[in-house]
């Protein structure tokens, strides 16, 4: 126990919803910060050590094809005589798939005669809660105890079965060692295994009831897109999960290791980025969350009448106080945030555009308009015309926009602004909603069109008078409005956010797209989430310096959206480079360091995978085509105006509604849309 929050930068992570793996590249799992394996937010296995011979093996490498799947090599050099060189290997072959975990371990001679040895794998079986895990808490062990052939251990609604064919095995000092006696044929091998299931009866969520699409298929003059795609497809793949009450209905958990749930603003995101890739996924999360929307006004819970969840657990989480935040205590299910709900609205649309079936669509229109009612009627607490949060319990979010820790909004010189808080993006997201929630129930003959198109407009107007401000490199919008309605002066990624909601007239939309490309803001592989000059920008700070790869992919569909290409193309190159120092897993966030700073470091305790971060390929690749869904039945339609950073490439198995197609982009940028 050391009270701190676990690095993982440089660790392995095998994922398939609700298991997840983390172990050293080496394979073992050693028994710290946040190595173990897991179901849902429980850790069941916090130590597998191998031994052959009694020495570990030495670690040459590992391969991974798949998110699911890894094989770690190693040498043994305490068996055989002939030379120097190794003639031994061992492989672990490390699975996970829906409740459970395979090993098979190989051991390889090339040694011209038999030789014979003992294989053993000392395992923990330790029943932490997530929470504890993240807060360096303690451990919470678990004898496991032999029952049928099996190793049995439970804590509560969860267990785990532990399974080791032709094994011996005993218990000492609470940890089962498993131990077979192998013989390796001269130029030959021997396989053993071990595997667990785990069980959480009680998880609101489990795997996903619907398989993923057929994978894309990404060629591409520069190759780093296609392995940055396979990497972020495979990953994705492995975060899908449904409700155990709905299983047809599929959505994307936050991230592993720490946000391995639903997150109504995480995964609303990250299926409005993978429209044109998975469409269904957006139907299945915005009914997952239209099931669990707010029907009562509960301060303890942030739950208002309409309003769209924050995030799910199996039960209350618990972090201790931070430098940023005082203690958390959150809910199983829990509201605390002012932008989810105007984000199911809008993903509602975006579906429909995407072709999602009327039926399907006609389905929501009740929790629409419950949405709409949460943003007239309790948004906006004290009726100034914009939508703010302030945590009234002391013990949720202090801030509840997507830089949710603590210290993200500040002023210029750095201090903290006080609340309530009025974020300039989530403005912006409810002027979006208000017009695509104003296209929906137009099409569908449902009343209130009028009503919000002149919110939207009043909205525009009142932003514009409030939110901006100016320093030497001239004016842009506020991060937010403090407590007392004064235009909080940090320069911030937020502002980008505002591009494409259409808040902006084309001449603020010119001027935010400036300001966030300026070496302040862009670090050549991503836009800061803080600029440069604020007295509280730190590279590796959170939400104060570091680059969020959503964040940027997400600016870089707003600059395409508003004519900016050629901006919204150096970003996509800037992510592309990233992605490369990241081994084409883009995490959650890093660094804002230069290249002439060294360029991108991992920031050590980001999620990865992380839906958002992994779908951010999708925006990557297409947005700067500016692809632009045409309704049910029909294609989208795509137009560049400047060449795309990564040459010629093609996209095959893209989608809209029920209808497959495909994109190839010419040398010059100029795409062209075709059935497939």
């Known amino acids: 126990m050391n009270d701190r929050q676990p690095f993982l930068h440089d660790l392995n992570v095998l994922l398939s919803a609700p298991v997840q793996a983390w172990s050293g590249q080496d394979g073992q799992i050693r028994r710290a910060g946040v190595q173990g394996i897991y179901c849902a937010d429980t850790r069941v296995i916090d130590q597998a050590v191998l031994t052959v011979n009694g020495e570990e093996p030495e670690a040459i490498g590992v391969s991974s094809a798949r998110g699911a799947s890894a094989s770690f090599e190693a040498l043994v050099r305490t068996l055989g005589e002939e030379g120097n060189d190794p003639l031994v290997s061992l492989s672990r072959r490390r699975a996970v798939g829906t409740g459970k975990l395979r090993e098979d371990i190989v051991l390889r001679s090339d040694l011209g005669h038999d030789i014979t040895t003992v294989i053993e794998i000392e395992i923990g079986s330790d029943f932490s809660p997530m929470d504890s895990v993240k807060s360096g808490g303690p451990a919470h062990p678990v004898a496991p105890v032999s029952r049928g052939g099996l190793w049995h251990a439970s804590a509560g609604a969860v267990s785990s079965a532990i399974s080791a064919p032709n094994s011996t095995a005993e218990q000492e000092n609470g940890r089962l060692r498993l131990r077979w006696e192998v013989k390796i044929p001269a130029r030959g091998s021997a396989t053993v ?40 497809l495979a990953d ?14 599929t959505f994307l958990a936050a991230g592993a290791p720490w946000f391995f749930t639903l997150f109504g ?15 269904a996924l957006a139907g299945g999360t915005l009914r997952t969350l239209a099931a669990r929307q707010g029907s009562k006004n509960d301060p303890e819970t942030a739950e208002q009448p309409g309003k769209i969840l924050h995030e799910v657990r199996r039960g209350e989480l618990r972090l201790p106080p931070d430098g940023s935040n005082a203690e958390l205590r959150l809910p199983p299910v829990y509201y605390g945030t002012v932008d989810a709900t105007l984000l199911w609205v809008s993903l509602l649309h975006d579906a429909w555009k995407w072709g999602m079936p009327e039926p399907e669509v006609h389905a929501l229109l009740d929790n629409l308009e419950a949405a709409m009612v949460w943003l007239r009627d309790w948004a906006d607490a004290d009726g100034d015309g914009f939508l703010e949060y302030i945590d009234l319990t002391g013990h949720g979010l202090a801030n509840q926009g997507w830089k949710d820790s ?7 010189d750095g201090s903290l602004a006080t609340g309530p808080i009025a974020l300039a993006e989530v403005q912006g997201y409810a002027y979006q909603a208000a017009v695509n929630a104003a296209d929906l129930l137009e099409a569908f003959g449902r009343p209130g069109v009028d009503e919000w198109r002149v919110y939207a407009k009043d909205l525009a107007q009142k932003f514009h008078t409030f939110f901006w401000c100016s320093d030497d490199l001239g004016s842009y919008p506020a991060i937010a409005l403090d407590k007392d309605k004064r235009p909080v002066d940090g320069v911030a990624s937020n502002m980008g956010h505002l591009l494409g909601t259409g808040i902006l007239s084309a001449e603020e939309e010119a001027v935010v797209a400036a300001r966030l490309m300026h070496p302040s803001m862009f670090s050549g592989f991503g836009v800061r989430t803080l600029d440069t000059g604020n007295g509280g920008y730190w590279p590796l700070r959170y939400h104060a310096g570091s680059v969020w790869t959503h964040d940027t992919a997400f600016i870089l569909e707003g600059l395409a959206q508003t004519g900016h290409t050629a901006e919204a193309a150096r970003l996509g190159a800037g992510l592309l480079t990233a992605a490369e120092a990241f081994n084409y897993r883009l995490p959650e966030l890093f660094s804002g360091h230069t290249l002439d700073q060294g360029g991108p470091l991992p920031y050590p305790a980001s999620c990865r995978p992380q839906a958002w971060a992994a779908a951010s390929v999708i925006p990557m690749m297409l947005a700067t085509l ?4 045409q309704g049910p039945g029909a294609l989208p339609t795509a137009a560049a105006s400047v060449p795309t950073p990564y040459g010629a490439f093609s996209v095959a198995g893209l989608r809209a509604g029920d209808r497959t197609f495909r994109i190839d982009v010419d040398q010059d940028g100029t795409p062209t849309v075709t059935p497939a």
Not at 202 to 223: C, S, Y
Not at 236 to 249: F, H, N, V, Y
Request: glycine share 4%; no cysteine; aromatic share 4%.
């Open 193 to 232: 295994g071990w595997s667990v299931e785990a069980r959480d009866s009680v998880a609101p969520f489990t795997a996903a009831g619907t398989p993923a699409p057929a994978a894309l298929r990404v060629r591409a003059q520069d190759p780093r897109l296609a392995a940055l795609a396979d990497r972020a």
């Open 236 to 249: 994705l793949e492995g975060l899908r999960m449904s409700a155990t009450d709905s299983p047809q209905d």
């Open 265 to 279: 603003r995480d995964s609303l995101i990250a299926a409005r980025m993978l429209l044109p890739v998975d469409p």
């Open 406 to 412: 603590g210290d993200s909004i500040r002023w210029n």
């Open 626 to 629: 500016r692809l632009t869904p």
